[in-house]
C-alpha cells in the first residue's frame, strides 16, 4: 500500500490497513464534503478515520464530519468498515438494508 492511500485492493473490494472491507452509504451525497452516518450510526458503521497529517491522494479525499473529525472518502463518498465483520474479508454489510455497498474497484 503506498504511503498516504488510506485503502487498497484485496479480492476485488477495497479494505483498511487492516484487511477489513470497506463501504459506502446511499444517503451520502457524493462531493458534498459530508458524512449522514452520525451517532449510533457511526457506532454500527465506523468511519474510515484520516489523520490530521493524511492529505487526499488519487481517488481518495477526505471529509470533515459533524464533530469535527476527518474521514476519508472515496471517489467523493465517505467510507466506513461495518461493525459485524469480525476478521479481514468478512462482507456482512455488503446490501445491508439496500443503502450499504461494498467498493469494488
Known sequence: MAADVPAKLANGVLVDAKGMTLYTFDKDMASS???????PCATL????????SDQPAGSYTI??????????????????TYQADQKPGDRAGDN??????????
Open 63 to 80: 471529509v470533515v464530519r459533524d464533530d469535527g473529525s476527518r474521514q476519508w472518502a472515496y471517489k467523493g463518498k465517505p467510507v466506513y
Open 45 to 52: 458503521w465506523p468511519p474510515a478515520m484520516a489523520a490530521a
Open 33 to 39: 464534503g459530508k458524512s449522514a452516518c452520525n451517532g
Open 96 to 105: 445491508f438494508k439496500d443503502v450499504w455497498h461494498i467498493i469494488k474497484e
